[in-house]
């Protein structure tokens, strides 16, 4: 069932040798396609780094080369407006993306995109996992991939055989996420305590990587400070001025 697909998740950071082919590749992205997109605009574009030296700058630039220079395939996901500008030019007219919203609708857009693209590829029974570290140095893979002006690299994914599989962390209880008709944040105290009892016991038993650790300290941790301030520049000078 595709419930229990879903259910089964697991990133993968280590894969077999075994390169997925193009038309393997090609499959998947068709099957992201088929996602939503807000108002039709399918603000998206893939880029599929089959060139080795690219890819090993790619790993240099975003801080995982073990995930991109080992993947059966390594993606770079990109919200683009740059499509949408030649669309409009076919009728000698220009679009403003420069705004909040566009840069929102980008960003689902792409998300929706790609998680159709990880279910394609896990129920062919691939592993995934989402590379966020694109965002460390979007500048330069920028320049790497050729990416014009309106296109934003968001995340990379990488695909292939799993020489492993992980055990699927436990999510937050369905108390904490799922509200009835408006926000209730009473109960957060004891369901979070209790999510922190769950995660400990996870990260002390499953088989790689051990360590003591909860999850609300950890969130605590991760976003006390600013994450990658260099975003906000960066999507100014792609033309993302938010105004």
Not at 176 to 200: G, I
Request: charged share 20%; with cysteine; net charge negative.
């Amino acid at each position: 069932m595709v419930i229990d697909l879903l259910k089964s998740h697991s990133s993968v950071r280590s894969y077999t040798d075994e390169r997925l082919s193009k038309e393997t590749v090609r499959e998947l992205v068709s099957a992201g396609q088929h996602a939503a997109s807000s108002h039709f605009v399918q603000a998206y574009s893939v880029i599929h780094v089959t060139d080795d030296a690219i890819r090993e700058k790619l790993g240099e630039y975003s801080k995982n080369p073990h995930q991109f220079n080992g993947a059966g395939a390594a993606l770079v996901f990109c919200a683009d407006f740059h499509r949408l500008e030649a669309a409009a030019a076919l009728h000698s007219r220009s679009i403003d993306f420069s705004h909040a919203e566009a840069m929102l609708v980008g960003t689902i857009d792409v998300a929706l995109f790609a998680q159709n693209i990880a279910i394609a590829a896990e129920s062919k029974g691939y592993g995934i996992c989402y590379i966020g570290g694109v965002r460390n140095n979007p500048a330069d893979i920028s320049k790497l991939l050729n990416l014009p002006n309106g296109v934003v690299p968001m995340f990379g994914m990488t695909i292939g055989v799993p020489a492993k599989i992980n055990e699927v962390k436990p999510r937050l209880p369905m108390d904490a996420v799922l509200h009835e008709n408006m926000y209730d944040a009473s109960n957060y105290e004891k369901v979070l305590r209790d999510y922190d009892a769950t995660m400990a016991a996870y990260y002390e038993t499953r088989s790689s990587n051990q360590k003591l650790a909860g999850w609300t300290e950890q969130m605590a941790d991760f976003l006390e400070a600013p994450q990658r301030p260099h975003m906000k520049q960066f999507l100014r000078e792609q033309g993302f001025k938010f105004e």
